[in-house]
């Protein structure tokens, strides 16, 4: 399905704050705010990702001029059970809450609603996001850190930090969302989860291929097309599913991942990033300031999930996978 905002919801400003270990990202200069505890100083991982994400939306409402009470809705997600630091730090950021679980595909999910609900005149301010905690996340769907396990080189390293944009009306000065494409859930059977940019790469050629047939468009009529969060390994596959169907290496070119770069070559970090925190921190930061200051016109911004839990993998079942899109624009 591709939605068309006639009203054209604006992003009107973002925030995205990080953990110690982003200040290796490629990305570290465009963040708000990288903290040196990954708990931020609270008891738990989890109760970190809950001040990390009110951390993120104060900075918005102090770039904003606004106050909790201007913002009608909040509508985010994370990756942990039931969404339960999202829901924590709502509590706090009260406002009308809707939460979404699009795993790394949720930085997209949260603004397509929230656009949609500017575009109903429903909303006249909305903070929409994602957010990722490395350590509580790898606990939940892989090894404790403490295991010390290994990882394959097709692994990918789940991201500490946080994305969140403020959504409005439409205004000439900041970029707006003109399009968008929600994804359909796309399996190819892949069981790996250590293996997710193989997995997720065909959602974002679904959702990807869709959109440009729809638009009546081709990817050079964008500057950027960036993923997020397909890795090295996943972003090559993306671009061989394009060249199977005619599309030139030039074209491939515009093709870029927010997971891909954000370590940059670091072998460290294995086949990249991952985390719903990774495409929202990138998408919010990097990329928005990039068309606020005229480097791109038009980008697209296509966020990948994988659906799977700990159950649906212990049960031995294959990982479904999303991927929504949203059309960018600075006039």
Known sequence: MVIIFQRKP???TSAAVAG???RKSVFYSYFDS????????????EQGNVKMIQEACQIILKKADLN??????????????????????AKEIAASFIGLFSACATSVSSVIIACLLTELEASKYAIAGASSQHNSTERQFRYP???GAQKPATAQWTVTAAGFALIGKHHPKSPSVVAAT???????GQKNPF?????????AFDTIKRHLEKRNQKIQDYDMIMTGDLGKIGLQILKKMFQETGASEADCQIFRDAGAEFYGENPSF????????CSASVYFSYVLQQLKGGRFKRVLLVATGSLHSPLTFQQGETIPCTAHAIEVTME
């Open 145 to 147: 850190i403490y295991y």
């Open 10 to 12: 604006s992003i009107i």
């Open 270 to 277: 294995l086949a990249g990033a991952s985390g719903a925190g």
């Open 182 to 188: 929600v994804g359909k859930v796309i399996d190819y």
């Open 34 to 45: 990288v903290v040196e505890d990954e708990r931020w100083n609270q008891a738990t991982n």
């Open 68 to 89: 909790r009470l201007d913002i009608d809705f909040f509508l985010a997600g994370d990756l942990i059970n039931q969404m339960t630091p999202t829901n924590f730090a």
């Open 195 to 203: 293996h997710m940019g193989s997995a997720m790469a065909p959602a």
């Open 20 to 22: 110690p270990l982003e």
